[in-house]
């Protein structure tokens, strides 16, 4: 394989910098799935009672978060796969770069929560639906925005005009 000067690697082979990418993609997909679940009627991983027939508000957003996750599964790969390079260089990093920080930005309160928790500062209980929220959801979203903020990285640095 010859060393290529973008990270989409030789011959439509990913290169060594296109980690990231791929895992921004499952993680997009893996939280699709979890939405699909959800608007088929599971109730896993939601506060007990709670289903999103129940809730048409909660509802609808799963119904618009399900394409979003694929849109940004796509994305994810367009920074890495050479059919991307048909987008503007511009458009692919904008993007990536903006569902870095929204996902960090969804995330930071969390971070607040836990330094706050792990200082005894918290004085209540944590709630079972809170526990999942500041141990399972909130960094799940950390981790796609630190996984996109990446892979954005790595395909500005392998693509600079």
């Given at each position: 394989?010859?060393?290529?000067?973008?990270?989409?690697?030789?011959?439509?082979?990913?290169?060594?910098?296109?980690?990231?990418?791929?895992?921004?993609?499952?993680w997009a997909l893996v939280f699709a799935a979890v939405h699909l679940y959800?608007?088929?009627?599971?109730?896993a991983g939601l506060p007990p009672g709670l289903s999103l027939f129940d809730n048409t508000?909660?509802?609808v957003i799963d119904l618009v978060a399900i394409p979003l996750c694929?849109?940004?599964?796509?994305?994810?790969?367009?920074?890495?796969?050479t059919w991307g390079?048909?987008?503007?260089?511009?458009?692919l990093l904008s993007a990536a770069w903006g569902a870095s920080a929204l996902?960090?930005?969804?995330?930071?309160?969390?971070?607040?929560?836990?330094?706050?928790?792990?200082?005894?500062?918290?004085t209540e209980e944590l709630a079972?639906?809170?526990r999942l929220s500041?141990?399972?959801?909130?960094?799940?979203?950390?981790?796609?925005?630190?996984?996109f903020g990446v892979a954005a990285w790595h395909c500005m640095r392998g693509t600079q005009p």
């Open positions: 394989m010859t060393e290529s000067t973008d990270n989409r690697g030789a011959v439509g082979r990913p290169s060594r910098t296109a980690w990231a990418a791929y895992a921004a993609c499952a959800w608007g088929l009627g599971g109730t508000a909660l509802f694929v849109i940004g599964a796509l994305l994810a790969l367009a920074l890495v796969r390079k048909r987008f503007p260089r511009w458009m996902f960090v930005a969804h995330a930071v309160p969390t971070v607040i929560d836990v330094v706050v928790l792990a200082l005894g500062q918290r079972p639906i809170e500041l141990f399972l959801y909130e960094p799940y979203w950390l981790l796609g925005g630190i996984l």
